[in-house]
């Protein structure tokens, strides 16, 4: 199958603007013939993985001075995925000196190819909200769930490189959920049993993307109401209970399977407009008990030492109900809310930072438990009310893992021991 390219695409490839153009528009072509694609599409924006310094390690942190040094320079809006501390804050986190330099070398990096260092996992609750239909190429799994599923936007499941190649030549290959055919549904997921909190949309997604690999589940039975253009931008969608549902659940679904898209009935916009989603055939599954992913998250663990809420990042709406719960109490065991800096700015402003710390918690801009320096930092054990969070803590961290709603995580932290919940 032949790329065909546009006029000024062949000129990238002649050199036209520069070798690190050229560089990036030959990864997007390989990948394009590689996957079978007819055209490239103009991105609207990107959002880059492979940030943390304790992943990308030397070796990375050169190839991304090689490319800044070579002239790549991003022509679209570009943000970033987490890094492994809060690139202010890292001191108090008990980050290591030595990483704590490394890592800013990485950011000065990406902030030298024109990239905002904002990273986050969740670019869509700060201000970059794709449109329905626009082509995107983002690379951290839950944000490609999010924009292609809530939001109606197209992107596949992108690696670091790409992204980054797509950056610098603002364009990506038609492949996959891209095109209308990708986006059909491949499993009809019926579900009989109650789902009621973001908790447990978050098991649910982790056991159907258990069961659908990289397919695209199709969800009927879910009681949640339509989201609507006016509820995924701005003020809505930073405290909006079924858009951390959908976050949490999108997350779970791309960590236990490779899911990069999902549908809703009566929810999502696509099922919501076309009616061509579910194609004659298609292979169904029944989901009538949460019991058996609860019972896959947790591990026999009961002393807590660090509670993590935020995988993905919080909503201003999540950050609100942890300080509600915490106000006036102590933790005993630590406590960190990971969060966009813009978000945690507008928690900063409402009295809900303080909150939080008064009562020994930290509210972590820019990081992520998962490509932290862990194993540095004297945790064992973790409750989360994040389902990849509880499937990524052990391999990737080390920690041993308790998941259950945020309010009994919450109250594991004050105790320092978790309750079992009966679900
Ligand atoms: Fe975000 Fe880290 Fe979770 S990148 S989705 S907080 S594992």
Redesign the pocket.
């Known amino acids: 199958m032949t790329v065909r390219l546009e006029p000024e695409e062949e000129a990238i490839l002649a050199g036209a603007e520069g070798p690190a153009a050229r560089k990036a528009l030959e990864i997007v072509l390989t990948l394009g013939r590689i996957y079978g694609a007819e055209r490239l599409v103009p991105v609207a924006s990107v959002q880059v993985a492979g940030v943390s310094y304790r992943n990308l390690g030397d070796a990375g942190l050169e190839f991304l001075r090689d490319w800044a040094e070579q002239g790549a320079r991003v022509r679209v809006p570009t943000t970033l ?2 890094a492994g501390m809060d690139l202010d804050a890292w001191g108090e986190m008990g980050i290591p000196e030595a990483f704590a330099r490394r890592q800013g070398e990485v950011i000065a990096a990406y902030v030298r190819m024109g990239i905002a260092p904002t990273c986050t ?1 969740t670019p869509y609750l700060v201000g970059n909200v794709p449109a329905y239909g626009e082509h995107i190429a983002w690379s ?1 799994s ?1 944000a490609v769930c999010y924009a292609n599923a809530v939001l109606g936007a197209r992107t596949n499941r992108e690696g670091g490189p790409s992204a980054l190649a797509a950056a610098v030549c603002g364009r990506t290959a038609a492949y996959g959920l891209h095109l209308e055919e990708g986006r059909r549904a491949t499993h009809r997921i019926r579900v009989t049993c109650p789902v009621r909190e973001p908790w447990e949309y978050a098991a649910l997604g982790f056991w159907v993307g258990g069961r659908v690999g990289g397919g695209v589940p199709y969800f009927e039975g879910l009681d949640l109401p339509p989201v609507t253009a006016a509820s995924v931008a701005g003020e809505p969608a930073l405290s909006s209970p079924t858009h951390d549902a959908l976050k949490l659940m999108g ?1 779970a679904l791309a960590s236990s399977g490779a899911v990069g898209l999902y549908h809703v009935a009566g929810c999502t916009p696509e099922a919501r407009i076309r009616n061509d989603l579910l194609p004659p055939g298609v292979q169904e599954v029944v989901v009538d008990s949460l019991e058996p992913a609860v019972a896959a998250l947790n591990a026999s663990v009961e002393t807590i030492d660090l509670v993590v809420i ?4 919080a909503s201003l709406g999540e950050v609100r109900a942890v300080a509600e719960r915490l106000r006036g109490r102590r933790l005993a065991a630590d406590l960190w809310l ?1 969060v966009a800096r813009g978000v945690r700015e507008r928690a900063v402003a409402e009295g809900l930072v303080e909150t939080i710390e008064a009562a020994g918690g930290r509210v972590v801009a820019d990081g ?4 932290a320096p862990m194993r540095d930092l004297p945790y064992r054990t973790l409750a989360t009310n ?1 389902a ?2 509880a499937s ?1 803590a052990l391999p990737h961290a080390g920690l041993r893992v308790r998941f259950g709603p945020l309010e009994a995580c919450i109250e594991a932290g004050i105790r320092g021991r978790w309750e079992t919940v009966v679900h």
């Not at 935020?310 to 990042?313: A, D, R, S, T, V």
């Not at 992520?368 to 490509?371: E, S």
């Open positions: 995925n987490p996992c951290e839950s997350a935020g995988c993905p990042h990971t992520c438990v998962v490509v994040s990849k969070m990524y």
